[in-house]
Nanobody
Framework: QVQLVESGGGLVQAGGSLRLSCAAS????????VGWFRQAPGKEREFVAAIRWSGTNTYYADSVKGRFTISRDNAKNTVYLQMSSLKAEDTAVYYC??????????????WGRGIQVTVSS
């Protein structure tokens, strides 16, 4: 059973930085894609970024390009989302998700419980 556990959320001032972590367990992830999504109050969940477990391909939503960086540590089975130049509109619950298929914009099979990120203006 694949498990994804997010950590690193919290409250930060606008312009600040925060790093989210997603610890994955329960499978061999070599063919997976791991992504970050977010959902703000009253809004639909949206794609933020994704990374293939093997290789160097990364993918970003236009709204976070140049500010967020997704990376992974295969030895630790952990994916990170480094968020910089945070804005109030980045406030949301952030979810880590994994897709068994190498499809960063497809349907994801596994989801974490989510973690709150609040950016104060």
């Amino acid at each position: 059973q694949v498990q994804l556990v997010e950590s690193g959320g919290g409250l930060v001032q606008a312009g600040g930085s925060l790093r989210l972590s997603c610890a994955a367990s329960g499978s061999t992830f070599s063919t997976f894609v791991v992504g970050w999504f977010r959902q703000a109050p009253g809004k639909e969940r949206e794609f933020v970024a994704a990374i293939r477990w093997s290789g160097t391909n990364t993918y970003y939503a236009d709204s976070v390009k140049g500010r967020f960086t997704i990376s992974r540590d295969n030895a630790k089975n952990t994916v990170y989302l480094q968020m910089s130049s945070l804005k109030a509109e980045d406030t949301a619950v952030y979810y880590c998700a994994a897709n068994r298929a190498p499809a960063p914009f497809g349907e994801y099979d596994y989801w974490g419980r989510g973690i709150q990120v609040t950016v104060s203006s």
